[in-house]
């Protein structure tokens, strides 16, 4: 079984190294290959001059694509490479990487989608803003009134899917702040999603893309997203 973990990276110079080290320490059954892909999305600062010195398997865009078409090119990566199974990782170290095997039995055990989740248990010691759970909330609350299906951590970039999905993501990823619109997409498409307690880190270097104003913005976007996700599944369906 080929596994392959999609890592976005943009300016993250200061933790891509260890994130690779904590993988290469993922203990797996002797039947798995396990192997990385960093996604260097056109970053500013020294991820590149990194992922050269130190012979990392890389893919380096020459623009910036954002979250959205970063990690699609993992996809397309996993795809054309023929993984069995791809997750997405971040690439600051926030995920516990070594939650992986069970997120691999997880897909294992007929699910399609498994999502590594805050909040389905008390295992993460990092803890977001007041106001970001109160914006989760409410995008989970839309996403069970579109899909039937109750999702608590909708926004987690921790993620696990098979090759069924693989295949679909190489062709159709959101560009911007994927995960909840995905979430809509697979489920109205009959596909199994799991989510499974995992330990979060708070992030140490770097700085989120979602602050301030932005929130407010992601907010209207990403609601308006999954409706539109909702109405053109529910079309394709027909």
Do not use: W
């Not at 959205?68 to 090119?73: E, L, P, R, S």
């Not at 702040?177 to 992030?203: A, S």
């Amino acid at each position: 079984m080929k596994v392959l973990l999609i890592i976005p990276a943009y300016n993250e110079e200061k933790s891509i190294l260890s994130v690779i080290e904590n993988i290469k320490k993922i203990k797996v059954d002797e039947s798995i290959k396990l192997d990385y892909v960093v996604i260097n999305d056109g970053s500013t600062d020294k991820t590149k001059e990194i992922c050269l010195e130190n012979k990392l398997n890389f893919i380096d865009l020459p623009c910036n694509l954002g979250i959205g078409g970063a990690v699609q090119t993992g996809y397309k990566y996993a795809y054309y490479k023929d993984y069995d199974i791809a997750f997405q990782i971040d690439g600051d170290n926030q995920h516990d990487v070594s939650y992986v095997p069970k997120l691999i039995e997880a897909i294992n055990a007929g699910n399609d989608l498994v999502i590594g989740s805050r909040f389905v248990s008390e295992l993460s010691e990092f803890k977001s803003s007041f106001l970001r759970r109160v914006g989760i909330n409410l995008l989970s609350f839309l996403i069970k009134v579109c899909t039937h299906q109750k999702v608590y951590d909708v926004t987690s970039g921790y993620r696990a899917c098979n090759k069924t999905l693989i295949k679909y993501f190489a062709f159709n990823y959101p560009i911007d702040y994927p995960e909840p619109d995905t979430l809509v997409q697979v489920i109205k498409k009959g596909k199994k999603v799991m989510e499974i307690p995992v330990k979060m880190n708070e992030r140490k270097t770097g700085k989120s893309s979602i602050n301030g104003l932005k929130s407010i913005y992601y907010m209207i976007k990403v609601s308006f997203a999954i409706i539109i996700a909702d109405i053109s599944t529910k079309k394709e369906n027909k």
